[in-house]
Every structure is written in C-alpha cells, then in structure tokens.
Nanobody, 124 residues
Framework: QVQLVESGGGLVQAGDSLRLSCAAS????????MGWFRQAPGKDRELVAS????????LVVDAVKGRFAISRDNDDDSVWLQMNSLKPEDTAVYSC?????????????????WGQGTQVTVSS
C-alpha cells in the first residue's frame, strides 16, 4: 500500500510559478511510474505529466509543454511538478498517482494509488 501526499498548491496570478510536491510512503517508490493529473470543475481528469521508474523518461502533455516539468528523486521517495507561466486554464485540483504500468501515456485507470490532491487556482 502506497500513500501519496501532495503539497504546494495555492492561489497565484497568471504568469506565476508553482512547484507541486508529492511524498510517497509505504512502498518501493522506484517500482512505480508516477503521474500528475488534474481535474477542473465540470471536466474529466486528465494526465498532465508522467515519469518513468528511474526518471530517464518523461511525458508532458501538449497543453503544458514548455511550461511544466516533472521530476523525481527515488532516494527521497518524491516527485515534483514544476509549473511555470501559469494560465487561468491551469486552474484545477492536481493529484499525483502511482502506477505499475510501463507506458507513460497510460490513462488514469492504470494508476493504482492516488493522493488527495492539491488545489491550484490561477487568477487572470
């Protein structure tokens, strides 16, 4: 059983930056592909970024490419989402998740463990 706890969300203005953190416990962190997802009100949850077990491969969706970056530290059992040049459309609840999948493109249904989420609100 893996527990995931996110932090770092908040209310910011357009153009600002935030760094989300996700701390894992209760499992072998390096066994899992890690993903960041977001869900805005009235919308489906969507993948934002994912990272391979060792951290050598990453995927960032087109909507945030060039602005967001994902990283991890397996010694620290942590994964981060660096978000720059934030836009109002980035407003959502952001959650980290852990999966035993191999493919970074896999959807939310492939992820077994989820954090509680952290709210990110970007004002214009």
């Amino acid at each position: 059983q893996v527990q995931l706890v996110e932090s770092g969300g908040g209310l910011v203005q357009a153009g600002d930056s935030l760094r989300l953190s996700c701390a894992a416990s209760g499992g072998i962190f390096s066994n899992y592909v890690m993903g960041w997802f977001r869900q805005a009100p009235g919308k489906d949850r969507e993948l934002v970024a994912s990272i391979s077990r060792g951290g050598s491969r990453t995927l960032v969706v087109d909507a945030v490419k060039g602005r967001f970056a994902i990283s991890r530290d397996n010694d620290d059992d942590s994964v981060w989402l660096q978000m720059n040049s934030l836009k109002p459309e980035d407003t959502a609840v952001y959650s980290c998740a852990a999966s035993l999948t191999y493919y970074l493109e896999d959807p939310a249904s492939s992820y077994k463990y989820w954090g509680q989420g952290t709210q990110v609100t970007v004002s214009s």
